[in-house]
Each structure stands twice: as C-alpha cells, then as structure tokens.
C-alpha cells in the first residue's frame, strides 16, 4: 500500500470489546466488517458491524485508537477484517480501505 501522508496508513491487530452473540455467530473468519465512527453525548467511538448491520462489537483501549477516530472523523475508510471469531471473542485487523 502507498503512504498517503495524512497518518491514517494503520494496520492493527486488535480483540473487539463487547461483542455481541447475536451478532458474532453470523461471521466467520476472513469477512470484513464495516467500521463507524458513533457519538454518544461527550463520547466518540467506532464500533464494527456485520454485513447485515449488526454490531458485532466496538474498537476501545488499543495503542493507535486516537488515531483511528481521528481518520474516521476525517472519513477515512477502514476495515476490520475478522482473523479468529467466536459467539464471544473477535479478532479484526484493522487497516485503511483504498477509495
């Protein structure tokens, strides 16, 4: 991938938090999920849904997740692809998408 120089160029390798069963047993390893920027109150975060819409779970408490809400809010596209995943644990890979 080429830099682009704007500091969105991550690549992490992260456990989702709060994943959600519902949601968790409808994806497999090797999907992509889509990442959002949500606003709650005072409160930013992003969160990773299924193709379906679902919340699988939210991006929280990782080296870079300052970064990553900030590229989201400067809309960056990104993708959580989904390396291991059980009803209560998902590992995503997070990386830039190109546009």
Do not use: K, Y
Not at 43 to 67: H, S, Y
């Amino acid at each position: 991938m080429q830099q682009s120089g704007d500091g969105c160029d991550l690549h992490l390798t992260v456990d989702l938090i709060g994943v959600r069963r519902e949601a968790a047993d409808r994806v497999r390893a090797g999907d992509d999920l889509r990442i959002e920027l949500v606003h709650e109150g005072a409160a930013v975060g992003a969160i990773c849904r299924n193709g379906e819409g679902a919340v699988v779970g939210a991006l929280a408490a990782f080296p870079g997740l300052t970064r990553l809400l900030d590229c989201l809010a400067r809309e960056v596209p990104f993708v959580a692809h989904v390396e291991e995943v059980s009803s209560t644990r998902c590992v995503v890979t997070v990386s830039r998408t190109d546009p």
